[in-house]
């Protein structure tokens, strides 16, 4: 579904030329905003319109762009909404509450394993007192092998045939890492009495 997706998006965008590409850049600046359609979906559409190489750079350049632009919106302007919305999800609140203390760490950890969804992490920190800095910095380095992965996953899904033993090492490697977050996410949640 998602690879046929991919193909689909990718197709029309090529067709409407460099307007297609700022589109796939753009996609991916607002999907790290408001996660409406998959990432991978989107990485891939865009590893396909610029290739692998071009497509990483645009879909790390893009999605720490709108990582930073989540927080501000969360820190200064959208401050009540961020609230009502995130306090639905106690994992989120779990979470924020250590980023208060530990916010480098905690989001460069959460880049890394997929625990929350980026978008949570990004209004979360957002609501709490961490330095802009931490947050950027975690950011950067933490968006970085995900990026890559999940861009890799999706050349590696158009060129099937070609790439079908490193795909399965990668996906692979995505799974191991969806373990380690959903483990984490039960050491995180609220306990129950």
Request: aromatic share 14%; hydrophobic share 55%.
């Amino acid at each position: 579904m998602a690879h046929s997706n991919m193909r689909q998006l990718a197709g029309h965008l090529r067709d409407i030329g460099w307007p297609g590409k700022i589109i796939g850049m753009l996609l991916i600046f607002f999907q790290t905003f408001f996660p409406f359609i998959p990432f991978v979906v989107v990485a891939g559409t865009n590893v396909a319109i610029f290739g692998i190489k071009t497509g990483f750079i645009v879909n790390y350049v893009m999605s720490v762009l709108g990582a930073v632009a989540s927080f501000y919106f969360a820190r200064y302007y959208g401050h009540a909404w961020v609230e009502r919305k995130l306090e639905r999800f106690p994992l989120v609140t779990q979470f924020s509450k250590r980023m208060e203390r530990h916010g480098f760490i905690y989001v460069l950890i959460g880049r890394l394993i997929p625990i929350l969804p980026s978008s949570a992490i990004n209004f979360s920190a957002g609501l709490t007192r961490m330095k802009f800095s931490h947050f950027l910095w975690a950011t950067v380095i933490g968006k970085l092998p995900m990026i890559l992965l999940e861009s890799m996953i999706a050349h590696d899904l158009f060129h099937f045939k070609q790439y079908k033993g490193r795909l399965l090492l990668l996906l692979g490697i995505l799974v191991v890492l969806l373990v380690i977050g959903n483990s984490a996410k039960r050491a995180l949640a609220p306990k129950t009495k």
